[in-house]
């Protein structure tokens, strides 16, 4: 195995994965001086929810939600820097396009990731292991083979999520037509022939799917079906307030509450990260109105069925597919039979095997999972002295924003003043209008102060929720 000489300097940062959220860490690292950092991918080239680059897909947040701009929107690597680079500003301000269509996002972060130093693709992160106060990381080239190593003082795990196939699905798991919605462009073609496509899953993945269905199924009689667990089919929370909990306001206090009361939380909160946007929802419903021109509503071969949850599916005895369900309301039990099915059923962090030589030196919650603090540090055994964060791993520990690329900038620019030690750059100490916590109690007046025969009330401490704007940091490391 080749390695650096030993007079080569340690990298301060090393990204482990390339998705837009390692990406925004690499473009406010790369103009900071003196900082040395490299972030690697085993893939050839950045892709970003490939399977999903639908046409006429949108983005669900603004523009701004870019990799630098929140932070530093001075940041060569801004989207507005983007469209002069391609002669595009003009065009982009006439179209008056707040949300990006999802595949021009997908090339401005191409944009960038191939014009960043810092950024090396076909190089997978195979281990990492501990040596003294660094890591030693091992490196493999994909096209050739050849094994390299370097050393970081830090480490930023950006591996992304996968794509979750339900227990009910596990029989279907290698079916030639029964996949997850991330595959959807790419295996399209797979449904050609059927005469009965259902899609399974309630947010904008599975909007997206029905609707470029519908578009696609125009009047061919092919029957459509769209089943969701959820009992409404309702849209994103998207008021100016409501969307306050993607701010590091909210962050700070949820990161300040009890555990349970966190996943309980996350929980609840599904119709601020889960559910899909109410533009699709109206598309959906526009197009169907204007098929059923002249005709009655129920003459379109289409089946629209919240509530609906799959308890079991397989292969059918004659042919085709089919599902159990189970009606969340009646618990009326049905069997549906369909010739594919489309998986729209999210995505799941998941552990990479390139951290299993450290994971006996991380302090692993109850459920096996990363104990974060505000700085998205994961908490160590006293053996691990060097700084290890993690991106989008931390839904448990900072709640509905960790998924959201409203908050990537941010959370970068927290790493790195965090792996710095000083501020690279300022960010707000408040960000948003609501107060999530309850106000802290004046403190009592001083006995002297009292009045003469006023009777003293015995103190009884009072629990106290960090505010939001209050910057904490949890003592996790070493715990």
Aim: with cysteine; proline share 9%; glycine share 8%.
């Amino acid at each position: 195995m080749d390695t650096l000489l030993p007079h080569d300097p340690p990298y301060d940062l090393l990204g482990v994965g390339i998705g837009p959220f390692n990406l925004s860490l690499a473009a406010l690292a790369e103009p900071v001086p003196g900082l040395r950092t490299l972030f690697c991918d085993q893939r050839p080239e950045f892709r970003w929810h490939h399977g999903m680059l639908v046409d006429g897909a949108r983005m669900q947040v603004p523009f701004l939600a870019d990799l630098v701009s929140l932070v530093d929107p001075t940041n060569p690597w801004s989207f507005l820097n983007y469209l002069r680079a391609q002669d595009r500003l003009f065009p982009f301000y006439f179209a008056e396009r707040f949300q990006l269509p999802r595949r021009e996002y997908d090339h401005y972060c191409r944009w960038a990731a191939e014009r960043l130093p810092n950024c090396r693709f076909g190089t997978e992160v195979t281990a990492l292991h501990r040596e003294g106060a660094l890591f030693r990381v091992e490196l493999t080239d994909t096209a050739t083979g050849r094994r390299t190593e370097a050393r970081a003082r830090n480490l930023a795990l950006g591996v992304g999520t996968r794509p979750v196939l339900p227990d009910a699905f596990a029989a279907l798991a290698d079916h030639p037509r029964a996949f997850h919605s991330a595959e959807y462009l790419d295996r399209r073609a797979d449904l050609a022939g059927a005469r009965d496509i259902t899609v399974i899953g309630s947010g904008q993945s599975g909007a997206e799917v029905f609707l470029d269905l519908l578009r696609r199924h125009d009047g061919d009689d092919v029957r459509l079906r769209w089943l969701t667990r959820t009992r409404a089919l309702a849209p994103m929370e998207y008021s100016k307030l409501g969307l306050e909990h993607f701010t590091p306001d909210y962050t700070r206090y949820f990161h300040g509450l009890p555990g349970p009361v966190r996943d309980a939380l996350v929980t609840a909160q599904w119709q601020l990260h889960k559910a899909a946007s109410a533009e699709t929802l109206a598309e959906i419903h526009d197009h169907l109105y204007e098929r059923t021109i002249g005709r009655p509503i129920d003459a379109a071969p289409v089946e629209i069925t919240p509530g609906t949850a799959v308890t079991d599916a397989r292969p059918g005895p004659c042919g085709g597919l089919e599902l159990h369900c189970r009606h969340t309301d009646s618990g009326a039990e049905h069997v549906v039979r369909t010739d594919a099915v489309v998986l729209a059923t999210g995505y799941r962090a998941a552990r990479p095997a390139a951290l299993e030589p450290l994971a006996h030196l991380i302090d692993w919650d109850e459920y096996g999972r990363y104990r974060v603090d505000l700085d998205h540090r994961v908490a160590t055994r006293p053996g691990l002295t060097g700084g290890l964060y993690v991106q989008n791993a931390e839904l448990h520990t900072h709640g509905v924003g960790t998924p959201d690329l409203g908050l990537g900038a941010h959370r970068a620019a927290v790493i790195l003043n965090a792996v710095t030690g000083r501020t690279v750059h300022r960010l707000p100490e408040r960000t948003a209008w609501t107060g999530f916590a309850p106000p802290v109690p004046a403190a009592p007046a001083s006995p002297a102060a009292a009045p003469a025969g006023a009777t003293a009330r015995p103190a009884h401490p009072t629990p106290v929720v960090p505010r939001p704007q209050e910057l904490t940091r949890a003592a996790t490391v070493g715990r």
